[in-house]
């Protein structure tokens, strides 16, 4: 049972903390620049959010939510809380405040993994905020001052993260400028505000428009292509984890590890079309390293996981996109700090048809498509993939 937890993830850093049973069953290392990843009872997941309701399930399981309705709210706050761009930081920010109006958790009456994972993502964003801005969001600093004092002192210097002293008394009034003999207010002389405009003007011109405007993630940024295994082996260190050569259409066969074992016997693995993530970061998982993840849906119980199925007649190599989002281009490889597949991972499911894709924020359900036919499972209805 090992986990690998990011340099970049203070949110799981606190939940490991938080959760001393965890902590302490685990082998837990740090990893730059790669997924936080979770090897656990016969489970493999990576990403923030998979990893925590993993943990939650296993050693804690009141904080994943008491209902499903509670469990599905924890996944969108954790979602929302992982986008971290500096608009999508005072959204949330003002998001938390009006949600909090007459709340005192983000889910239901009590805490859950959405509370600890949002602070764990805010809390530098808290940290470079104003006094007036804290006192402007005042219902989302007294939840934040909540959550930091809920959290043992201890937790929260392993996570790296320190108290932050909230004032949510209205800050004092800028004083004005002493009158002058006159009676009239000192005016500032004209070199100053001119100084200060040039200032600004050199500052705007050396700062690239595009840095401006916060990329929004979106699912086509996920490098999905058809897959073909053709060797499967299990891992000589892990007998949890098969190591896979799968065919993308690429001069060699990529090497993948999957946390499969209990859940598919090795001969059902053999010469299957599958659904990989080709654009994660490459991570060694017990010595072997693994260029892509396969796609697989697990029911609602958690006892069943399948592949996820591209469409007969799909070859290796085939692109693999969302409905109504088949011109977005794949980024080469996804950056662990921007959390793309972090934020899209959650928002992922099978239908009540067993057809695979993606709900956006409103709900809408885009499929899973190869060529315009859609990916689905042998099984599993409503389940999530991962």
């Not at 049972?1 to 990011?6: H, L």
């Not at 405009?197 to 940024?221: F, G, L, N, T, Y």
């Not at 609602?300 to 281009?329: A, I, L, W």
Request: glycine share 6%; hydrophobic share 40%; aromatic share 6%.
């Amino acid at each position: 049972m090992s986990a690998s937890i990011s340099s970049n993830d203070p949110a799981l850093k606190l939940l490991l903390a938080f959760i001393p049973e965890a902590e302490q069953a685990l082998s837990v290392d740090s990893v730059a620049d790669q997924l936080s990843q979770l090897s656990l009872n016969g489970h493999h997941v990576e990403g923030t959010n998979a990893v925590a309701q993993l943990l939650a399930v296993t050693y804690n399981e009141s904080l994943a939510g008491a209902t499903d309705a509670d469990k599905a709210e924890v996944s969108q706050w954790m979602t929302m809380s992982a986008r971290h761009g500096p608009s999508e930081r005072q959204i949330f920010a003002q998001t938390i405040n009006d949600h909090l109006a007459d709340k005192t958790y983000l889910v239901s009456n009590y805490l859950s993994l959405a509370d600890l994972i949002a602070f764990g993502n805010v809390h530098a964003f808290m940290e470079s905020l104003s006094s007036q801005k804290r006192f402007n969001w005042s219902g989302f600093s007294r939840w934040f001052d909540l959550i930091q004092h809920t959290v043992p002192a201890g937790a929260l210097a392993k996570a790296g993260l320190k108290v932050i002293e909230i004032d949510l008394n209205a800050p004092a009034p800028a004083k004005k400028q002493v009158a002058a003999a006159g009676g009239k207010a000192e005016q500032p002389t004209s070199a100053e505000p001119k100084a200060a405009k040039q200032e600004k003007k050199e500052k705007e011109k050396k700062q690239p428009a595009a840095a401006k405007e916060e990329a929004k993630i979106v699912p086509s940024m996920i490098d999905l292509r058809v897959g073909h295994i053709v060797d499967v082996q299990k891992h000589p260190d892990a007998d949890s984890l098969y190591v896979e050569k799968i065919d993308v259409g690429e001069d060699e066969p990529r090497t993948v590890v999957s946390g499969l074992v209990r859940f598919i016997p090795i001969e059902q693995m053999q010469n299957r079309d599958v659904v990989l993530v080709c654009n994660l970061k490459p991570a060694a998982m017990r010595g072997v390293k693994s260029f892509a993840m396969v796609l697989c849906a697990t029911s609602t119980d958690g006892n069943t996981v399948e592949f996820v199925e591209p469409p007969k007649g799909s070859k290796p190599g085939d692109r693999v996109y969302f409905e109504g989002y088949e011109s977005g281009t794949p980024e080469e490889v996804l950056k662990p700090k921007q959390k793309v597949f972090e934020t899209i991972q959650p928002g992922l499911f099978t239908d009540d048809n067993r057809e695979a894709g993606w709900y956006d924020e409103q709900k809408v359900f885009h499929k899973l498509l190869v060529g315009g036919q859609v990916c689905t499972t042998a099984t599993v209805v409503k389940g999530s993939l991962k």
